[in-house]
């Protein structure tokens, strides 16, 4: 059985930071692409960041470029997303993502979703 369970959400102020932590079981995270995305209330799911299976290469949306990077520790299987100079709009809830194959970009190519971690930043 596959778990994802995201830790490290909360409330900081804009400029701020904060790091989100994901610990993988069932499923080592080098075995496929991990991601992280995000839901603001009356939004749809989207993309922050993937990190690819292999090579470890990363791609962001273009909203969190040069603010955010999501990183994996193969020893401890986790994924962490490091949320630099967070604005309000960054404001909704973060989610794990564990992708069926090697690189995903789209929510359908994610097979397992942890429960979401609150992020809120304010102005």
């Known amino acids: 059985q596959v778990q994802l369970v995201e830790s490290g959400g909360g409330l900081v102020q804009a400029g701020g930071s904060l790091r989100l932590s994901c610990i993988v079981s069932?499923?080592?995270?080098?075995?496929?692409?991990m991601g992280w995305f995000r839901q603001a209330p009356g939004k749809e799911r989207e993309l922050v960041a993937t990190?690819?299976?292999?090579?470890?290469?990363?791609y962001y949306a273009d909203s969190v470029t040069g603010r955010f990077a999501i990183s994996r520790d193969n020893a401890k299987n986790t994924v962490s997303l490091q949320m630099n100079s967070l604005k309000p709009e960054d404001t909704a809830v973060y989610y794990c993502?564990?992708?069926?194959?090697?690189?995903?970009?789209?929510?359908?190519?994610?097979?397992?979703w942890g429960q979401g971690t609150q992020v809120t930043v304010s102005s």
């Open positions: 069932g499923r080592t995270v080098s075995s496929c692409a």
């Open positions: 993502a564990a992708a069926k194959g090697y690189h995903g970009v789209s929510a359908f190519e994610y097979e397992y």
């Open positions: 990190i690819r299976r292999t090579i470890g290469s990363t």
